[in-house]
């Protein structure tokens, strides 16, 4: 049995692995924060599944750890800490939102769990410990779905979808997790005599398992534009957009300042070439048309131009992009 859970272990361990792997590699490049914080929460999604499969391994260790967290369950906070953190920053960033009631609730969480330990040794010590986390987990999900909800006209598409789908996981999977918990707490641990705690949630396992699977298929997508982009560096620096010399004096100087902005933002190749057609009023259908590229693609491109320029929507952009050049000096 021990044989087979390292297996499972391992398979986990390895996925999450290539997880941070990813969003390292994004981070370096496409210096986006939301990757950072991917990075920061499959370590902690890591060094937990450590902790648990040495509680599987090693008895005098189980033992120890077990003791530990009835009288004070610090490891198990902290992780809970630096995963919802992460959470709110994550989705913070995709969302370009500040979550405060989120912060504030896990505040009051962390103060709480400090007083579980001064309760009597029981079930239900160990039940008032875990099921809170997944009552902020489902208030998370729904807290998020209810924010993009109200600013969907301002959210990017692809990210309102993304995001969604994010927000119906942490609400589906808290439900099955606390109802999973419920079960080991009161029916296989023992508290009596020698202490049993089974410290593995395999419906946790899986949601984080299925998070993981939703957050490759975002970054691979994001990497492959990457890489995309910069096999055609050389393309956008021989073509001068077609509108810009419609809206000022020389074709030049437009295209300075238009070559200085992407710049400015870092957008990649495919980006300006995005940026271009938006500017020259195409919408995500006609661009993907003239690039050969899908409309989910063009509106993931759109998406990353907004989110280094820091807007939400088309207007905020364009007048970010006038008041540039108006303010700009070209020699």
Request: net charge neutral; with cysteine.
């Amino acid at each position: 049995m021990v044989a087979l859970l390292n297996v499972y272990n391992t398979f986990l361990v390895s996925v999450f692995s290539i997880v941070i792997a990813i969003s390292a590699i994004n981070y370096w490049f496409i210096k986006k924060k939301d990757y950072l914080f991917i990075l920061i929460l499959y370590v902690a999604f890591i060094a937990d599944l450590i902790v648990i499969s040495l509680t599987e391994n090693s008895p005098v260790f189980a033992n120890m750890y077990d003791s530990r967290f009835l009288m004070q369950p610090s490891w198990k906070t902290l992780v809970y800490v630096v995963v919802f953190g992460s959470l709110i920053l994550l989705n913070e960033a995709l969302l370009k939102a500040d979550f405060k009631v989120l912060k504030v609730a896990l505040v009051v969480l962390i103060v709480y769990l400090l007083f579980i330990p001064l309760t009597e040794d029981s079930p239900m010590k160990s039940w008032l410990y875990y099921e809170p986390n997944q009552i902020y987990m489902f208030v998370f999900g729904a807290y998020v779905l209810n924010y993009i909800r109200k600013k969907k006209a301002e959210l990017d598409e692809t990210v309102e979808k993304m995001l969604k789908r994010f927000a119906k996981i942490f609400m589906f999977f808290s439900v099955l997790i606390l109802v999973e918990d419920t079960y080991v707490i009161f029916f296989v641990d023992n508290y009596q005599n020698t202490v049993y705690i089974n410290n593995r949630s395999v419906t946790e396992d899986i949601f984080r398992f299925v998070l993981a699977c939703f957050i490759l298929n975002y970054e691979f997508r994001y990497l492959d534009q990457y890489v995309e982009s910069r096999a055609k560096e050389s393309v956008l620096s021989q073509t001068v957009p077609a509108y810009v010399g419609e809206r000022r004096g020389t074709e030049e100087d437009d295209y300075s300042k238009f070559y200085l902005f992407c710049r400015k933002y870092q957008f990649t190749v495919r980006e300006q070439e995005i940026l271009e057609l938006m500017m020259a009023g195409k919408n995500s259908q006609e661009i993907a048309d003239a690039l050969s590229i899908s409309v989910g693609t063009a509106k993931t491109h759109s998406h990353n131009i907004f989110f280094k320029a820091g807007v939400s929507k088309k207007s905020m952009l364009f007048k970010l992009y006038n008041d540039f050049c108006d303010e700009k000096e070209v020699v």
